[in-house]
């Protein structure tokens, strides 16, 4: 999952940002869990974000996401 992370902003340099620690409240789809990832997105200024993680009932877990209006979108 790192290496797909790292690989996704080398592609995208100058326009993405790469958050290394790690962030366990930002989970898109529990209740409230969104909202930790809208602050980072809003602080970041951007509306994709990409989000790997790792698990042992989901391995290698990655959501790809968009926001609007500072909002979790889809």
């Known amino acids: ?3 797909l992370l ?3 902003h080398k592609l995208k340099r ?3 940002v ?3 620690r790690k962030n366990e ?3 898109p789809f529990e209740v409230g ?3 930790r990832l809208e602050f980072y997105a809003r602080k970041a200024e951007c509306g ?3 989000l790997g993680s790792h698990s042992k009932k989901r391995p290698h877990n990655l959501v790809l996401g968009r ?3 500072g909002h979790l979108y889809d």
Do not use: H, I, N, P
Request: charged share 40%; hydrophobic share 40%; aromatic share 12%.
């Open 1 to 3: 999952m790192k290496d």
């Open 14 to 16: 100058l326009e993405s």
């Open 6 to 8: 790292v690989d996704l």
């Open 33 to 35: 869990g969104e909202q």
């Open 48 to 50: 994709v974000f990409a």
């Open 67 to 69: 926001l609007y209006d």
């Open 18 to 20: 790469k958050f290394t």
């Open 25 to 27: 409240e930002c989970r």
